[in-house]
């Protein structure tokens, strides 16, 4: 590739989506400062008290924009059996053909932003480059966030670099088919005709109608990990929707520990974990995005690709996730939570009262009798990680950081233990293929059914999924197998008989971490069931908890019944992916039946 390469597609791209105005993004400071006061000028940002939250923004969706759109989120390869059963597909042809349709003329009388973006520290040997086209001002904001925007970028590209082109448009132009001028709005978008399309082949996205979150800051989910998984897969390392702890121990040993929970189950919140134990302490290097690659020493080395968080606001606060509150005290953007009177914002758990005279998401005004939620379910903060206060030292480092243990969990109200433990890599690759979770409000659908989300990458996986299982299962052939990482299963929100959950979370979540690095270093605090090794309950610290033992038990309980139902459901799952699904997987399941029955 070339700077000439580069330079036409997007001359293409502009003769296609006829914008008014191309304009380069350098990543620069002015040009942040131009950006946020235009946002301001089209009414989509509205500036915070500068006293309170200096250099923040509040933006209000369309209330029709507001989450990922799983069912129009497309992998387009030239097969089918590529994309697999847990993916859209389109005959790329055909896709092309709409998406040519939709976009033609779709910038009309807005400009046309150019964006080189690095997804990784620039100088890391895992980092990887993208260029996305937009029409939103919010998108070029935000992605200055969440990404390493900069000229630089460029000039790698003239020298060679691949990148991944992103085209982004909210579908909604200020000039008719007419000729005539419309008003913009303050959140334009196309809500009727939304595309997130992914063309793995030849490493392209395309994407239109939404500008919230993962459908239009491109570098996150559609390269990081759509495109990502497809590199990954491709060049032999693996591109995962995951956060990225280091723990350190009272003794000073440091563990690095990636986790995979689905959207909205808990990966910010224990990447800026709080420890309360004693010497023990956890600091955050990502919170949503891993890519690992095996180093020369045989060990996985990991890297957080983003530059900045955009984590779910609901929920996070001051008794539950206290560095989150105190990191987002100045130059964040927030999204569809509420405002208070003095210009702040506010959302459901921030503080345990909410304050009088609210203006909700909509721009409503609410007060605590008005019987709906203040801030959207999937209202979201947006900033740069260099503000998180638990940020680890080592968060940039380009050779990455070597991974002592894999997490993988999900939301299960029943059945699934607080913690179990693997018992090799391969069982390890069983319960990642098999987590499911309820779902959340982070993409549209119904909440809380229950549905298989391998890996916290059902929405993510840019190919067939069963091909997936095989890399992740092979992907111990390139590791010593003496230092494999051990993967291990949790779930924080099992609930009791009146519906509660019943272990605590948050903070004492480090509890679970404790029994983790234990169970790392050998020690004797697990038991055998027929899932794995779940903790012993005297070896779980529950010491200042308000937890009978009777609760304990509950959390820690594997119900052969429930169980031999749930492997039943497993069957019928990997069924589904034909002969793609890897045949070491059922053998998994094979042993996992039969040592439900012995
Ligand atoms: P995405 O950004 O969508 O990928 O979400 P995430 O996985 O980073 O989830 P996040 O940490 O933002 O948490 C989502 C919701 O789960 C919030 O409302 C949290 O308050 C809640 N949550 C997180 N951790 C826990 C926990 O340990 N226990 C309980 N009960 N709730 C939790
Ligand atoms: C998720 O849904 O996993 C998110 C939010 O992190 S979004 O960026 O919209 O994908
Ligand atoms: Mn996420």
Redesign the pocket.
């Known amino acids: 590739m070339s700077l000439s390469t580069l330079k036409r597609w997007v001359t293409e791209v502009a003769d296609l989506t006829d914008p008014t105005e191309i304009v380069w993004c350098d990543g620069s400071y002015p040009e942040g400062q131009k950006i946020n006061a235009l946002l301001v000028e089209n009414g989509t940002f509205e500036k915070l008290n500068q006293k309170i939250r200096p250099n923040s923004f509040i933006a209000r969706t369309d209330p029709a924009d507001v989450a990922r759109v799983e069912s129009r989120t497309f992998i387009c390869s030239e097969e089918e059996k590529d994309a697999g059963p847990t993916n859209n597909w389109v005959e790329p042809a055909k896709m092309r053909a709409e998406l040519n349709e939709k976009f033609a003329g779709s910038m009309r009388g807005r400009k046309m932003y150019v964006i080189p973006f690095s997804m990784g520290p620039l100088n890391s040997p895992l980092a990887r480059y993208g260029v996305e086209i937009t029409d939103s001002p919010y998108v070029v904001a935000s992605m200055r966030i969440m990404t390493r925007v900069s000229d630089k970028i460029v000039d790698r590209i003239a020298a060679g670099a691949d990148w991944v082109p992103a085209i982004h448009s909210v579908g909604q132009p200020l000039i008719d088919d007419q000729g005539n001028t419309v008003a913009d709005t303050p959140w334009p978008c196309n809500p009727e005709n939304v595309y997130v399309v992914q063309f793995p082949e030849t490493r392209e996205i395309w994407s239109f109608g939404s500008g919230y979150g993962g459908n239009s800051l491109l570098g996150k989910k559609a390269m990081a990990l759509r495109i990502g998984s497809v590199l990954a897969r491709d060049e032999g390392w693996l591109a995962e ?1 995951m ?1 990225l702890i280091r723990i350190t121990t009272p003794e000073k040993k440091k563990y690095h520990v990636a986790a995979a ?11 800026m974990l709080q420890s309360q134990m004693p010497g023990w302490k956890v600091e955050t290097l990502g ?2 995005i891993v890519w690992m690659a095996p180093n020369d020493r045989g060990k996985i080395r990991a890297i957080n690709p983003e530059n900045g968080l ?3 606001a ?3 606060g001051i008794s ?2 206290k560095v989150a509150v105190d990191s987002m005290r100045e130059g964040a953007i927030f999204t569809n939570v509420a405002t208070t009177k003095d210009g702040d914002v506010w959302w459901e ?1 921030l503080t345990d009262e909410a304050p009088d005279h609210l203006t909700d998401w909509k721009g409503d005004p609410w007060n605590k009798d008005s019987g709906k939620a203040a801030a959207h379910p ?1 209202a ?1 903060f947006c900033l740069p990680i260099d503000q998180v206060t638990s940020l680890s030292d080592n968060w940039a480092e380009p050779e990455g950081v070597e991974l002592d243990a894999i997490l993988f969990g999900g939301r299960r109200a029943t059945n699934v233990p607080l913690a179990v433990r693997s018992l090799n890599w391969q069982h390890g690759v069983f319960l990642g293929a098999t987590i499911a979770s309820e779902q ?1 409000a ?1 993409a549209e659908g119904p909440i809380g059914i229950l549905r298989r989300d391998p890996f916290a990458m059902l929405p993510f996986c840019g190919y067939n999924m069963g091909d997936y299982f095989g890399h992740w299962l092979s992907f111990a052939e390139k590791l010593d197998p003496a230092n494999l990482p051990t993967i291990f299963q949790v779930n ?2 099992r609930k009791d008989e009146n519906g509660k ?1 019943i ?4 903070g ?2 480090m509890r679970v971490l404790q029994w983790v690095v234990g169970q790392i270093e050998g020690k004797d605090s697990s038991i055998a069931t027929p899932i794995g090794m779940v903790p012993k309950a005297e070896a779980l610290n529950t010491e200042g908890l308000r937890l009978s033992e009777e609760k304990l038990a509950q959390l820690l309980a594997v119900d052969r019944d429930t169980w031999s139902h749930e492997a039943a459901e497993i069957a019928g799952f990997f069924e589904s992916f034909g002969d793609k699904m890897p045949e070491e997987l059922k053998v998994e399941l094979q042993n996992l039946e039969s040592r439900l029955r012995a």
Not at 261 to 271: D, E, I, V, Y
Not at 503 to 506: C, D, E, I, M
Request: proline residues 8%; aromatic residues 18%; contains cysteine.
């Open positions: 929707h956060l929970f689905p959207s909205a189950c808990g990966k910010t919140n224990l990447a919170d949503d955009f984590g779910v609901p929920g996070t539950t996730n758990g999937n979201r959340t982070a924080w929100f959950f272990w605590p979370g948050f004492e979540n």
